[in-house]
């Protein structure tokens, strides 16, 4: 989980303006303020990543009944900072945060996106199949 300098592992959120700035550069789909607002303060937990200057480069979030499901979302890195195992460090970061404070047996998932699949695999993720994610479209 540690990063490697000069990059600091920071715990909880970005501020919301590196929130949404890091989704829309990452390739995420664009939110406004107050969905980024909501996500925020509706997560379980999250982290995010500092460059030397301290500007949030990475993050992620998980969002959790506290019980025994856990969704990890918003994982996200500047296009300028990656390949250099940040968004690693950031599921690292939540997965061993919900091992640690969730009851045992918690169930982690996410959605992966054809560009982290790799990652997520890496980390222990298997595909669900024959179950398929779905989703209802925003109005």
């Known amino acids: 989980m540690p990063v490697a300098a000069p990059y600091k592992l920071v715990v909880g959120a970005p501020p919301l303006d590196d929130y949404l700035r890091l989704r829309r550069d990452s390739g995420l789909s664009p ?14 937990s999250a982290c995010h990543v500092v460059d030397a200057d301290g500007t949030p480069v990475a993050m992620g ?8 499901y856990f969704h990890i979302a918003d994982i996200a890195t500047d296009p300028a900072h990656q390949r250099q195992g940040l968004g690693r460090a950031v599921v690292e970061w939540l997965v061993a945060d919900v091992r640690a404070r ?11 996106d054809p560009p982290g699949q790799r990652l997520y695999r890496s980390l222990g993720f298997e595909d669900v199949a024959p ?7 925003p109005e």
């Open 31 to 44: 939110k406004q303020p107050e969905q980024g607002a909501g996500a925020i303060a509706g997560s379980w």
């Open 61 to 68: 979030r998980t969002i959790g009944d506290g019980g025994w």
């Open 102 to 112: 969730a009851p045992q047996g918690a169930y982690i998932t996410l959605v992966g």
């Open 131 to 137: 179950s398929l994610g779905m989703a209802l479209p």
